[in-house]
């Protein structure tokens, strides 16, 4: 059965790769054909384009080539169509990741800003309706059976959806043949648009399963070690912006690591730009994504933003301290809650939410270093284990719900 896979493949973003490597080698050991569905909208491409390095997109356009199949280019839900009927693609499954955002104008006003009240901008895959929603389904000859799988709305803040919209959106919903979402907020967001019609489960990110999917294609700990020159003991850390640690605060939290454990702090990009912040050793753009996964599964510990690097490290029993960057703000992060946050999901079910901080306040302090590294050395690796292999448990009972849905 040939499957088209539908997420953000193009988004030079070390955690969207991995899910979707995740999602295609799965499918790939359970004897189906998957390809990618080549959707990118003009607007997200230049989005990356503009704000990554050259040699980072060069990267990713080779990676692309290797590591799965595309389709030809499509730009909008007419080509998605068109593309899914030459290709004879006999289902689709769409996610995981953000692929059911939705961020209207009300709530992408800014107040306070430099000029009293701004607009963020909307990148088309972030407004209804767009090809994520499976609208290009009913511009097929004959609709295919769609599967969303671990889906997240990104914050989306869904009680401004209006009336028409929702009622789209429901009846796109309801036209699934299986969904999943990543994290209760979703959920929610899904029950408040269907009327409760569907209460979708919560299901793991496909990083979760990435070692048994395509731990064959990871390097080894000693091709890694040769070609970064890794120390024995390691900590990776990465920070957006000086918004929440300052260098003085690195510079102790690297002394203390060094004097307690022999650990050197290494700084790790993003795959759009370095980390904040300037330490003895720093992992240099352009890097894969297997490249960065593999760089904290063998560290000793990670420090900073993002869930995917806190998902690798429940993956793989690593220590970890978040600063949790995912919420809600308003008046310009005068006023914030954590409450819609992925990664404050995840560790309060994992039992592991004193391995967090919420830093998405403008009235966010940073903990002392010294505390950080104390929480970071006191996570649990027994606990971590258990959640990881049951987290993959449900991943294996998600993709198999899926797939039988999809071919039924």
């Known amino acids: 059965?040939?499957?088209?896979?539908?997420?953000?493949?193009?988004?030079?973003?070390?955690?969207?790769?991995?899910?979707?490597?995740?999602?295609?080698?799965?499918?790939?050991?359970?004897?189906?054909?998957?390809?990618?569905?080549?959707?990118?909208?003009?607007?997200?491409?230049?989005?990356?384009?503009?704000?990554?390095?050259?040699?980072?997109?060069?990267?990713?356009?080779?990676?692309?080539?290797?590591?799965?199949?595309?389709?030809?280019?499509?730009?909008?839900?007419?080509?998605?169509?068109?593309?899914?009927?030459?290709?004879?693609?006999?289902?689709?499954?769409?996610?995981?990741?953000?692929?059911?955002?939705?961020?209207?104008?009300?709530?992408?006003?800014?107040?306070?800003?430099?000029?009293?009240?701004?607009?963020?901008?909307?990148?088309?895959?972030?407004?209804?309706?767009?090809?994520?929603?499976?609208?290009?389904?009913?511009?097929?000859?004959?609709?295919?059976?769609?599967?969303?799988?671990?889906?997240?709305?990104?914050?989306?803040?869904?009680?401004?959806?209006?009336?028409?919209?929702?009622?789209?959106?429901?009846?796109?919903?309801?036209?699934?043949?299986?969904?999943?979402?990543?994290?209760?907020?979703?959920?929610?967001?899904?029950?408040?648009?269907?009327?409760?019609?569907?209460?979708?489960?919560?299901?793991?990110?496909?990083?979760?399963?990435?070692?048994?999917?395509?731990?064959?294609?990871?390097?080894?700990?000693e091709d890694l070690s040769r070609r970064f020159k890794l120390p024995e003991k390691y900590v990776v850390m990465s920070f957006i912006n000086a918004r929440t640690v300052s260098q003085d605060w690195i510079d102790r939290i690297a002394r203390h690591a060094k004097e307690t454990d022999g650990a050197e702090v290494i700084m790790l990009p993003f795959a759009h730009a370095d980390s904040f912040g300037h330490a003895a050793r720093e992992i240099p753009l352009p890097l894969s994504p297997l490249d960065w996964y593999a760089l904290i599964k063998y560290s000793n510990g990670y420090v900073g933003h993002n869930m995917h690097p806190i998902i690798v490290s429940l993956h793989n029993a690593v220590p970890f301290f978040s600063f949790d960057n995912y919420g809600l703000k308003r008046l310009n992060g005068l006023v914030a809650t954590d409450k819609s946050s992925k990664i404050k999901h995840i560790l309060d079910r994992a039992g592991l939410s004193r391995q967090r901080v919420s830093c998405i306040s403008r009235r966010f302090k940073a903990p002392e270093p010294e505390a950080v590294y104390a929480r970071l050395r006191a996570t649990d690796p027994a606990k971590e284990r258990i959640f990881a292999e049951d987290y993959l448990r449900r991943y294996n009972k998600m993709m198999a719900d899926a797939t039988d849905a999809i071919m039924a």
């Open 1 to 221: 059965m040939k499957v088209g896979i539908m997420a953000f493949h193009y988004a030079i973003n070390f955690g969207a790769t991995l899910q979707l490597l995740s999602t295609y080698r799965y499918l790939l050991a359970h004897n189906l054909t998957p390809i990618i569905i080549n959707w990118v909208p003009e607007d997200a491409e230049q989005m990356y384009q503009r704000r990554s390095p050259a040699s980072e997109c060069g990267l990713w356009t080779k990676m692309r080539r290797n590591l799965w199949t595309e389709t030809a280019l499509c730009r909008t839900s007419d080509d998605v169509a068109k593309v899914i009927e030459r290709e004879n693609i006999e289902a689709v499954i769409i996610g995981s990741d953000a692929v059911c955002q939705c961020h209207t104008l009300r709530e992408r006003i800014v107040f306070p800003c430099r000029t009293i009240i701004g607009v963020r901008g909307g990148l088309s895959y972030a407004q209804y309706p767009n090809a994520f929603w499976a609208d290009w389904n009913n511009r097929l000859r004959q609709p295919v059976p769609v599967a969303v799988i671990s889906a997240s709305s990104q914050d989306s803040i869904y009680k401004y959806f209006g009336k028409k919209m929702r009622r789209a959106m429901c009846n796109n919903i309801l036209d699934y043949a299986y969904m999943s979402v990543r994290d209760e907020w979703t959920r929610k967001m899904i029950v408040y648009i269907t009327r409760g019609l569907c209460s979708p489960d919560i299901t793991p990110d496909p990083v979760f399963a990435f070692s048994q999917n395509a731990g064959d294609i990871l390097p080894s700990r």
